[in-house]
């Protein structure tokens, strides 16, 4: 049986899982925004405690990096992202999340060729891109007079 891109498709249709849209994006509106609302609440905390808004800034995010380290660890971020979605993508979480997760996979392979070298699978091209990307568009705002 000779499978063509139409047939390989269609199987992949009907083995799929059928998802319901609104549910999806409802569950990581709500949980995004409360990553993002808890992030809010460290951040006012921190300014309450005295911290100017950048510093403050900060050490929000390096609190929240950490939080999802740990998270991570104890598997407890992949069972809320199974419900949330892109809901725990796109918050700084996400990226401590895929950079946490590569390095507890490698760690068997020992603290070098395991960790050290898987450390970035899946956050490697977003920096990689994002700076490259962020490089042009800076050049292009510099040259460009405004």
């Known amino acids: 049986m000779k499978i063509t891109p ?15 849209c ?7 509106f709500l949980i995004g925004g409360t990553i993002c609302a808890i992030g809010q609440v460290i ?4 300014e309450a405690g005295g911290l100017d ?6 050490w929000t995010s390096i609190i929240l990096v ?4 740990v998270s991570t660890g104890f598997g407890w971020y992949q069972r809320l992202a199974k419900r949330a979605g892109a ?11 895929a950079i946490s997760s590569c390095a507890i996979e490698a760690r068997s392979e020992g603290p070098i060729l395991g960790t050290g070298t898987k450390i970035f699978t899946i956050a490697g ?18 040259f460009i007079p405004h």
Request: charged share 10%.
């Open 125 to 142: 091209p977003v920096l990689l891109y994002g700076c490259t990307a962020a490089s042009i568009y800076g050049a292009i705002y510099y």
């Open 87 to 97: 809901g725990t993508l796109v918050p700084i979480t996400g990226f401590s999340n």
């Open 22 to 28: 609104k549910v999806n994006v409802t569950a990581a």
């Open 66 to 69: 950490g939080l999802s380290a």
């Open 43 to 46: 951040l006012s905390l921190l």
């Open 6 to 20: 139409e047939l390989y498709s269609d199987m992949t249709r009907q083995a799929s899982p059928k998802s319901n």
């Open 53 to 58: 808004r950048t510093e403050a800034g900060t």
